[in-house]
């Protein structure tokens, strides 16, 4: 049986710098449910704008139960008791004039409902609650969104709807598209970080669970615990939606569509360099694709969970909100003054989880994305493994061939290596690989013939010394420059879309675009492959991967659903084929110096 819904709102004005409301109720219009959060605010009796977070994660979960080691190396003023993960701290922010509403998402934490992550109608709850921050009688009527991940995720959804009071938006790390950016990369299912992420992060705290509390996990629900039956018909599954579910044209999908260009407040868009399998495309695609007249996009590096609170990116945040919620524009954000793109450059090997030692990044601006004078080159794979700027191979028709079904602990692969770089060379921005590509039986004797291939691409960099350089991956892991994917069946290209590139090939992933995949058939493929930077020092080298499924740097990010992946379809060899019909290439944005 469903809870009876009680009032649960209290305030204490007296224990904190702050007031700390908890549990106030905010009614949704959309539905006859609610959302509940907790309110920090300045103890004044001025108006002032307020930053709103929306999640389910636990508004409750103190962050040094959430992730103790990660807790424990954050920057130590932006520390309270009152700290959550990804999520501005609120005894910093009401001391700088901000009140802060801290949101349970429906069906998580104490607010009850449908537990239907990154929904439509999830959403709409967001949404509401954005408007709900601009009405109050302590609120300025500007409210602004400031967070990680999924509290950056979020973001581009809700301002899409464009609600009241909506004045700024900080999505800092955090994917734009649902299908492309995180569940099916290239079409392939990213499995491993969808299980992990909903198993240890969500529905530990669905409304209702019993044993939060005795876990470490928050509160126990107030109004009480619900069964297992209950529970389970009150949330959409999404390790279980994201297998059963293929194509962006399924309502699963397509009911999450929004459309960037309907953004238009400000925005900072914060990439990380290092998220190389989640959000840093999302942040790109966000800026490029974004409405809003006024946009920058700002590239850092460094692990997911820290950067956001350096002092110096929290003093950007606080001078770029300011600026549009307060009218302190002491840096002319409104007026279009900073560049519009800030780039720190990846240059020399100085190891990997080290925010000390990357700090010596030099940083750059420029006035675009893509940087106007970009030399897209072509860098051609030859059957002797080499990465060459040379004309294509044209002699006699050649393969190599590599086992179907990779996986981490078993990669199978080639790779394909540059002569050393004989000058300095920088490499920014989009990057894609033509292949021509086979399937074939293993042995005669392999009773199905493959009808489908999973391409997986990975850029690597190799010092001078002869030593990959590894950088910083989103938990903190060991990673190369960038990867790519791409499910062969998937490979019909939107050619006319507005969004399509030579350098960034568009994709829609509907169902009507599957194509056969026949065994013994070479098919040409356009592979998109996730930004990327590096300056590559002379006597540098770079190395093309092609493989058949995961390979080191994924981290936690696997895809190796057997549902998805399965012996049947996809089993036997790949292959990679060369000849005067057959070429193989990634193109690499190399960027002259500034004139």
Known sequence: MPNKIQDLHTVDKSTYPYIFEQNATVRLKSSDGLVRVNVYRPNTDEKVPVLVTYAPYGKDIPYADFHAKSFAEVNPQQKSEHSVWETPDPAFWTKNGYAVVRADERGTGQSPGFLDTMSRGTSEAFFEVVEWAAEQSWS??????????YYAGTQWRVAARQPKGLAAIVPWEGMSDYYRDRCRHGGILSNQFIGFWWNRQVVTNQYGRAGRQKA???????????DEEELAKNRQDQTIDNVNNRFRDEDYYSSKDFDLADVKVPLLSVANWGGILLHLRGNVQGYMHAGSKLKYLRFITGRHDLPFYYEEEVELQRSFL???????DRDGWSEGKPAPVDIVLRKGDVGFNDAAAEKVYPRRTENEWPIARTQYTRYHLQPDLKLSKDAPYSGPAKTTSYKALGMLKDPQLVQFTTEAFEAETEITGHVVAHLSVSASKASPDQSAEPSDIDIFVTLR???????????????????PLTKGWLRTSLRKVEDQHPQHRDWLPHREYRSTDVQEVKPDTVYEVDVEVWPTNVVVAKG???????????????????????????EKVFGGLNSVHFGEQHHNYIVLPVIPAKE
Not at 322 to 328: H, I, P, Q
Not at 540 to 565: A, N, W
């Open 140 to 149: 300025s009527g500007k409210v602004g969104l400031l967070g990680i991940s």
């Open 216 to 226: 470490n996990w928050g509160p126990d629900t107030i109004e009480g615990d619900l």
């Open 540 to 566: 540098g080298k770079l190395v093309f991967e092609v493989s058949s499924g995961d390979t080191q740097g994924c981290g936690i990010f696997g895809h190796h659903d057997q549902q998805d992946r399965s």
């Open 461 to 479: 960099h190799i010092s001078p010394e002869g030593k990959e350089v590894y950088y910083t991956g989103t938990a903190g892991d060991p990673i």
């Open 322 to 328: 300011d600026a549009f919620l307060k009218g302190d």
